[in-house]
Structures are given as C-alpha cells and as structure tokens.
C-alpha cells in the first residue's frame, strides 16, 4: 500500500486539475479518482455548444490514453461514494469497498437543478443537460423534434436555446425573472441579451412561472402562468446545486473552505463548484470552469506542500452565445452605478460595477482587449474616476488608480 495516498472524490475539471498539479508537484505516491460518471475526466463548456451544433461528436475528453498513463492514476468510474470516515481516514464506497487517504480532496462538482415537483417533469422528452450522458441523449432526442422549450434563461438554458436557434430548431425560453440575468448584470446587459437572441429568432416568455407538462409519455405542451406553450421537447436548465455531501464538516453552499482550501477537518481540502471560499471579505460560491481548474490545482499543492499558497483569483467566467462573447470578473452582488465602456448596447464593450468608489466587476461584451487591466483593477478593488473608466479611448492601463 502506498504509504501517502490522496483521494479525490470526484473526476470533473477541479479533480482532474488536482492530480495532474500533485503530479507536477513531483507527488509520488497514489493517486484515486473516484467518480459515479461512467467516463474519463471531460471538458464540460462544449456540451451546451459545439456538442450540440456539431454534425459529430467533438472530443471532449481532458486526457488521452497517453496522459492518463504518464499521470499514473487509478480512476474509479462509475463508483458512488457513501460516506467518509473522518476518525480512520476512510471513503466508503456503495459497493462496499474502503480507500484509505492520507489527504483527502473532495471536488464533487454540482448537479442540476431539478423540477421533479411539477408536474409531468418525469415524462419522457424532458431533458437536463450535467454530463456527457445527458449531452449524448440530448443529440440524439433534438435531431427528430422542431419545437423545443427551454426552461431558464441562466448560462446552461441560454447557451443550449442558441444552439438549438443554430441548427434551425424552434425554440421558446421560458424565464421566472423579467428580464435574463439582470441581478448578475444589470438592467443594461440585460436587455442587450435579451434583444440578442430575439434577433437569432429566440421567443421569450419573461416573469412567467412553469406550472405543469402536459402529455401521457411526453410532454406536448408546457403551461406556465401566463400561457400554454406547445413543445416536441423540454430542455430544463434552472440551474444547480452544490452535490450532497459526502463527509461531515461545515457545508453551506458546499463545503465550507478557508483560503487554502482546507476544511474543518484535519487533512480534507475540497475544490471547484463544491465549495464557498473567502473573496474579499464575502463567502462566495461559484460553478465556473476558470474557478474549479486553478482552485483545485491550488488545493492540491497545498495537500503536499510546506508552505500553504493562499487563493486569491478573481472569479472570472465566460459564455458563448451565437457569435457574442461574454466574460465576466469580479464579484458584485450588488453595486451603486454602472459605468459603461464602449457601446455594449451595439454588442462590443465593457460594463463596470462600482460600489463605495470601487471597481468591483465587468462585464466585457466581444471585447477582450483590457480583461488583464481590468482583472488587475477588480484584484484591487481600485477606486478609478468613472469619467477616466468609461472613456475608450483611455487604455484600461492607464487610468489612475488608488487603492
């Protein structure tokens, strides 16, 4: 038995990232990675995109076979872990079966968000896109329908409406809030998406409430408060969820960290969309693809190191949709003005979120020229004139600012 095995419970982009750092770290000994999902670690930003608009199925896969041999992993698929055994430093497995850890990783990843309540949501053609799976089912179930409704409007819904708009799918997007977006990004940036996907032929049913799926084995129409929406499909995207625990310790929003990643049990970091983690004061949670890689490399460099290395990224995300890019940094959950850049209204331009004088977060629309400068600002939470900021023809790196 190796004499310093790491777990990692969960194979997604956080505990793939994870072991390759421990390998690059010159770590050793074993290494399990433990997943229920039956495939090798995969790519989850194209599912909503190109997996779906492409006439064959793009490799999504983070290693190859040669990768995955150098790394010298034992990946355990399709294994549900139980339970976690804090006292003799075990998982348990469903199937019965113990792994012993020396440091334990939990990157468990979230899960979509479900409607199960409502009712008619166990009928066929209802679809939620998490994992590959769901990816290769959903392919397959949209290339016999034309009429599709895709409950949420948040990044998993309004990616997939696109892509649906892409190969000629009629599409209908059903949304709770007036307006998509709008406490992440403003009235602004909100009505620009909104006109975005009008303009690609997206019909929008904005503050409307799903009540029921209509039908005996599939949906055939979806009744909201307002209306009653015939479908060939439905395609839910309303978000998700931390995945339950699996270990005991301080979980809210997922597993509680500190800046090193570490729990509050001894020898048990978690990483990636499972966790809350302190930014700036705030206790934040996040499901971004940028977020889980580095915040589960940097957990597993401080399971084997000497020296902790705090993290102190800024959340940044990005969203492709038809041929508009979004990137997002920063974190604002709230803000006393924007300060606009450029004209995002013409779909190429910055928004920035100021509270108490400081940048806070930015919205980029098609423009990446200035994201370094403006993650620099937002790291320091700077305080810039607003005139200066919102003059394009200022380089971002040079407005004055003071900390």
Known sequence: MSPRPIVIVGAGLAGANA???????????????IDRDLDVPYDRPPLSKEFLTAD???????????????????????????????????????????????????????????LDTIKGAHLGNVYYLRTLQDARQLKRAIQDVERVV???????????????????????????LPRPFERLWGTEAAEYLIWLHQQHGIEWRLGQKVLEFWGESRVTHVKTSD???????????????????????????????????????PDVYAAGDCTTWPYHGHAIHVE???????????????????????????????????????????????????????????????????????VMAGLFINQSKGILAARRIIDRQAVVPPERLGDPSIPLNEVTCEK
């Open 288 to 358: 971004h693809w940028d977020h889980a890689k580095n915040h589960g490399r940097m957990a597993a460099e401080n399971m084997i190191g000497s020296t902790p290395r705090p993290y102190r990224n800024v959340p940044y995300f990005w969203s492709d949709q038809y041929d508009t890019r979004l990137q997002y940094l920063g974190y604002a959950p709230e803000w006393d003005f924007e300060v606009i850049r450029g004209e995002p209204q013409g779909g190429a331009g910055a928004i920035f979120y100021v509270k108490e004088g400081r």
């Open 19 to 33: 072991a390759e750092a421990l390998r690059r770290q010159g770590f050793e000994d074993a290494i399990i990675l």
């Open 150 to 176: 895709v409950i949420g409007a948040g990044f998993i819904g309004a990616e997939v409406a696109a892509s649906l708009r892409q190969i000629g799918k009629s599409v209908v997007v059903v949304e709770i």
């Open 56 to 114: 064959h199925e793009p490799v999504v896969r983070l290693w190859d076979d040669d990768q995955l041999t150098r790394l010298s992993v034992k990946l355990e698929l399709g294994t549900t872990v139980s339970s976690v055994d804090v006292a003799r430093k075990r998982v348990v497995t469903t199937d019965g079966r113990q792994w012993h850890y020396w440091k334990l990783l939990l990157a468990t990843g979230s899960e979509a968000r479900r």
């Open 227 to 265: 209306t009653v929406i015939e479908c060939d499909a439905v395609i839910i995207g309303t978000g998700a969820v931390p995945a339950a625990p699996v270990a005991p310790g301080h979980f809210e929003k997922g597993y509680v960290v500190n800046e090193f990643g570490q729990t509050n049990i």
